[in-house]
T-cell receptor, first 110, second 111 residues
Framework: AQRVTQPEKLLSVFKGAPVELKCNYSYSGSPELFWYVQYSRQRLQLLLRHISRESIKGFTADLNKGETSFHLKKPFAQEEDSAMYYCALSVDNQGGKLIFGQGTELSVKP | EAQVTQNPRYLITVTGKKLTVTCSQNMNHEYMSWYRQDPGLGLRQIYYSMNVEVTDKGDVPEGYKVSRKEKRNFPLILESPSPNQTSLYFC??????????FGDGTRLSIL
């Protein structure tokens, strides 16, 4: 079965603390994974794509095929990082069919 | 400016009254999709389209119709809306193999 699991509904940390948002996937093919972010009352925006291996706004994510994970990490959280984060899996190799996780709300306290 | 535009942004209507949510993109993208976002369930794909006149069901297509007569437009049609279709809806578009660009969302309330 094709599935994306984000086990934490809410993650609350203090400013300056490290952050790790977990994402696990189930997919028999070669996975293409994304992290999208949704700030309050705004549209979803692409944060990271695993094949580009970039660091955006200090966030990184590494694909671990052995553990079928794509966890999102940031060493020092900022208040402006507070948002909803979604992990997504492309299952058609064209990016047209995405399966999203349930989302994790990150709250960074001052 | 590159964008995905949805209309209306908000709509309150009643059960059974047909409605259409429009989606338009100005990036000449081949792929377009509709999602619904519900608390605790994340985003679920309703329908997607690979190009003009080519559409396919997503994970939750029941109660919805789509059409893709032109490349830039991908309307979502609820022929007979029901209260369980109350949700936040997002349209998205992309080039093949590229990340999706999302619209601002349409909040539908069906009484």
């Amino acid at each position: 079965a094709q599935r994306v699991t984000q086990p934490e509904k809410l993650l609350s940390v203090f400013k300056g603390a490290p952050v790790e948002l977990k994402c696990n996937y189930s997919y028999s093919g070669s996975p293409e994974l994304f992290w999208y972010v949704q700030y309050s009352r705004q549209r979803l925006q692409l944060l990271l794509r695993h094949i580009s291996r970039e660091s955006i706004k200090g966030f990184t994510a590494d694909l671990n095929k052995g553990e079928t994970s794509f966890h999102l990490k940031k060493p020092f959280a900022q208040e402006e990082d507070s948002a909803m984060y979604y992990c997504a899996l492309s299952v058609d190799n064209q990016g047209g069919k995405l399966i999203f996780g349930q989302g994790t709300e990150l709250s960074v306290k001052p | 400016e590159a964008q995905v535009t949805q209309n209306p942004r908000y709509l309150i209507t009643v059960t059974g009254k047909k409605l259409t949510v429009t989606c338009s993109q100005n990036m000449n993208h081949e792929y377009m999709s509709w999602y619904r976002q519900d608390p605790g369930l994340g985003l679920r794909q309703i329908y997607y389209s690979m190009n003009v006149e080519v559409t396919d069901k997503g994970d939750v297509p029941e109660g919805y119709k789509v059409s893709r007569k032109e490349k830039r437009n991908f309307p979502l049609i609820l022929e007979s809306p029901s209260p369980n279709q109350t949700s936040l809806y997002f349209c998205a578009s992309s080039h093949s193999g590229q990340p999706q660009h999302f619209g601002d969302g349409t909040r539908l309330s069906i009484l």
